[in-house]
C-alpha cells in the first residue's frame, strides 16, 4: 500500500491506496496457522505453480463427464482386482496351492498398494494430478495384461505382477475422489462421490461374475484376465482428452482454487489431529474348470446390495445431514454394527440351508454398503482441499493395513491351521474355512464402535475446515477496483 498525508476539511488524513502488485490467490498455509502467499516452485509444468494461472471455472457439463470416466475408470479398477477372487478354486487347482498361499495373491496386491499410496498421496497433493493418473494407469494396464501369461511354474511372477499392479491402482484410488471434489460442493458433491463409490461394489461383483464367465467358457482362467486391461485401454483415452485437472478447492472459491505450502510431516499431523458342498449339493472342485455357479450368485448379489446401500448410505446422509450434524458417522456405525449379526448367522447357516445364507448375505452386504460414499464424503468436508490427496492416501493406507493386506492370508492360515487337526475331507475343509471367517464379525462390531466415537467430533471438525478454507485471502482484484482507506490520524497526534 502506498500511505500519503492530505488536508482534507482542516484534518489531517493518512490515505492508503493499493499498489500495482496483485493480491495473492488464496492460500492455506503449514503448521501453527494459515500464511498466505503461493507457491515458489519453478520444477516443471507438473508443479502446483503451473496451476495458479488463473483459470476459468470448469463448465457443468465437462464436471460431469469428468466424473463419468473416473467412475468408469474406478468400476475397471475393482472389477480387475477381484477377477481373482472370481477363479481363484481354478489358480489354485493350476498352481497346486493351499489356502494360506493362494490368499497371498491378494495380500501382496494390497501391501503394494498400501505402502504406495502414502506416495501418490504426497504427489497429488503437490504436483498435476490427472498426469499421475494417467502414469498409474499405464503401469496397471500393462501388469494386469502381463498377468494373462504366467505359466504353471511360475506362480512367484504372478505375485510379483499383483503387486505391480497394486502400484498402479494406488496412484489412481488416492486421488480420483479429490479431483471430484474440486468439481462439486455441498449435496451435488455427496451424489457425484455417492456415484463414483458405487463403483466398488459394483466392479467387485462383475469381477466375480466375468471372472468366472469367461475361465469358464474358454476352460483357462488366464483368459479372464484380459477383459479389463482391454476396456482399461479405453479408459486412459477418456481420461487423457476428457478430463480435466482443477485448481484445488475450485469448488469452495468459485473456481480460484486455494495453494498451499507445506511438509508432509505437517500434512500427517494436521490429519493424525484429526483423527453348499457339505451338505452334498455339489462336488468339491477337483480339477479347473470349477463350477462358477458360486462366484456369478455372489457377484450378483454384491452388484445389487452395493447400488441400493450406496444409495440409501447417501440418501439417508443428504436427509439428515441438516437435523443431525453427526448423522455421517452414525449412519456407518449403524451399517457395521447391524451387518455383524448377519455375517455370524451366515457362516453357521451355511451348512444348513444356502438359500437362508443367501439371504444373511444379502443383508450384511446391504449394511456394510451404507457407508461407501459416506465415508469418502466425511473425508472430503473435514480436510481442507490442499491435503486431500494425503488424506486419502492416508486413510487408503490404515483401511488396507488393517483390513484386506492380511486379512485374506490371515484367514487361510486359520483355515489350513484347524484343517490339519484332521485328516482332509471335503466336509471337513469347509467346516476350516468356516470358522475361521469368524473373526469377520468381530471386526465389525470394533469399526462400528469407532465411528460412534467419530460422531462425537464431526461437527467441530467439518466447522472447522469451513472457517480455514473461509478464512483465506479474497480473489485476486485489479487495484482500481479496491477502494482507497482512509485513517484518521488526529488521534494519534
Known amino acids: 500500500m502506498r500511505r500519503h498525508l492530505q488536508q482534507v476539511g482542516g484534518k489531517e488524513l493518512l490515505t492508503m491506496e493499493p499498489n500495482d502488485r496483485p493480491i495473492p490467490r488464496r492460500s492455506l498455509g503449514s503448521s501453527s496457522g494459515i500464511h498466505y502467499g503461493s507457491f515458489v516452485n519453478s520444477l516443471s509444468s507438473l508443479t502446483p505453480k503451473a496451476e495458479e494461472k488463473e483459470k476459468p471455472a470448469i463448465s457443468p457439463r465437462r464436471a460431469y463427464i469428468a466424473v463419468a470416466v473416473l467412475c468408469y475408470i474406478n468400476l475397471l479398477n475393482y472389477t480387475e ?51 499421475i493418473m494417467i502414469g498409474g494407469l499405464c503401469v496397471w494396464l500393462a501388469t494386469a495384461i502381463g498377468s494373462s501369461f504366467v505359466t504353471e511354474s511360475y506362480f512367484w511372477l504372478l505375485m510379483l505382477l499383483r503387486a505391480m499392479v497394486g502400484i498402479g491402482e494406488a496412484s489412481y484410488s488416492t486421488i480420483a475422489p479429490t479431483i471430484i471434489g474440486d468439481l462439486f460442493v455441498g449435496n451435488q458433491r455427496s451424489a457425484m462421490i455417492c456415484v463414483f463409490y458405487l463403483c466398488i461394489p459394483v466392479g467387485s461383483g462383475l469381477g466375480y461374475i466375468t471372472g468366472a464367465g469367461v475361465a469358464n467358457l474358454t476352460g483357462d ?37 486455494v495453494t498451499g505450502q507445506s511438509s508432509y510431516k505437517e500434512d500427517v499431523k494436521y490429519l493424525l489431529k484429526k483423527a453348499q458342498v457339505s451338505q452334498g449339493i455339489r462336488q468339491p472342485c477337483v480339477q479347473e474348470p470349477c463350477d462358477p455357479i458360486d462366484s456369478y450368485i455372489f457377484g450378483a448379489v454384491t452388484v445389487v446390495t452395493g447400488i441400493v446401500g450406496a444409495c440409501l448410505g447417501s440418501g439417508l446422509s443428504r436427509r439428515l445431514r441438516d437435523k443431525v450434524p453427526n448423522a ?134 467439518r466447522k472447522a475446515a469451513a472457517q480455514l478454507v473461509e478464512a483465506s485471502p479474497s480473489p485476486q482484484q485489479s487495484p482500481a477496483s479496491e477502494p482507497a482507506m482512509e485513517l484518521s490520524t488526529e488521534g494519534i497526534k
Do not use: M
Request: net charge neutral.
Open 81 to 131: 482386482r477381484y477377477t481373482i477372487a472370481g477363479v481363484l478354486p481354478n489358480i489354485q487347482k493350476f498352481f497346486n496351492i493351499s489356502d494360506s498361499t493362494a490368499a497371498l495373491i491378494q495380500t501382496v496386491f494390497i501391501c503394494s498398494f498400501l505402502l504406495l499410496a502414502p506416495l501418490f498421496g504426497y504427489l497429488g497433493d503437490r504436483y498435476n494430478r490427472k498426469y
Open 221 to 257: 482362467w488366464r483368459w479372464a484376465l484380459t477383459i479389463t486391461p482391454i476396456l482399461g485401454v479405453v479408459g486412459l483415452f477418456l481420461l487423457v482428452f476428457l478430463c480435466p485437472n482443477p485448481p484445488r478447492g475450485a469448488a469452495e472459491t468459485q473456481g480460484e482454487g
Open 328 to 461: 455421517d458417522p452414525l449412519i456407518c456405525a449403524v451399517g457395521l454394527l447391524g451387518s455383524a449379526p448377519c455375517l455370524f448367522i451366515t457362516i453357521f447357516v451355511a451348512s444348513a440351508s444356502i438359500p437362508a445364507t443367501y439371504v444373511f448375505i444379502f443383508i450384511g452386504e446391504l449394511l456394510i454398503s451404507l457407508n461407501w460414499a459416506v465415508l469418502a464424503d466425511i473425508l472430503l468436508y473435514v480436510v481442507v482441499p490442499t491435503r486431500r490427496s494425503t488424506a486419502e492416501a492416508l486413510q487408503i493406507s490404515v483401511l488396507h493395513l488393517l483390513g484386506d493386506a492380511g486379512s485374506p492370508y490371515l484367514v487361510g492360515a486359520i483355515s489350513d491351521a484347524i484343517g490339519k487337526s484332521r485328516s482332509a475331507t471335503p466336509e471337513w475343509s469347509f467346516l476350516s474355512l468356516k470358522y475361521s471367517l469368524l473373526v469377520c464379525p468381530f471386526v465389525g462390531i470394533l469399526g462400528g464402535l469407532f465411528f460412534f466415537i467419530t460422531s462425537l467430533y464431526i461437527a467441530e471438525d
